[in-house]
């Protein structure tokens, strides 16, 4: 063998082992990739089946029920629009309450109740997740709309 040809030999190797790292660091990052849904996207059906994601809006008030072992826990997230039931089993975020801004992250069941394996609680008074924070602003936006009747005051 030449030296031209040991030299193309490595560049050759070394783009092999290059490629396939390349391909190992892509599908570890993929399959380590968790997207965020709304309620109303889960509801329509748009969120992966059998891999986990995140579903984030408000805690419904009333919602939260614990299970007789005390670490389980059924609530439901809503974006104003639908409304998605979730259990959890495990200890909540001490900012977790009803009415709040919550992320769970895990999967959906197959009767439609997403199953989380971690719940996140708003971390601040101004925290809500955007998808949420634009549904209840057109809803607040529709609401404002219906109530600006112009009353005229007679003395």
């Known amino acids: 063998m ?3 040809q040991k030299r193309f030999a490595f560049i050759g190797l070394g ?3 290059l490629g396939v790292a390349t391909v190992l660091v ?3 990052f993929q399959s380590n990739l968790v997207f965020f849904f709304t309620p109303t ?3 329509n059906g748009e969120a992966p089946k ?4 995140r579903i984030g809006g408000m805690v419904e008030d009333g919602s939260i029920t614990r299970g007789s072992d005390g670490l389980t826990v059924r609530f439901v997230v809503t974006d104003t629009a639908k409304s998605v039931p979730v259990t959890y089993k495990g200890i909540l975020p001490d900012l977790f309450k ?3 801004g919550a992320v769970a992250q895990g999967q959906l069941g197959p009767d439609g109740t997403f199953v989380a394996s971690e719940v996140l609680a708003k971390h601040d ?3 809500m997740p955007p998808e949420a924070a634009e549904a209840l602003a057109k809803a607040k936006a529709s609401g404002e709309q219906s109530s600006n009747t112009l009353v005229i005051q007679s003395q």
């Open 2 to 4: 030449t030296p031209r």
């Open 15 to 17: 783009l092999v082992v």
């Open 26 to 28: 892509l599908n570890a």
């Open 41 to 43: 996207q889960v509801a």
């Open 50 to 53: 059998g891999r986990s994601f």
């Open 98 to 100: 009803e009415g709040k």
């Open 125 to 127: 008074e101004n925290y």
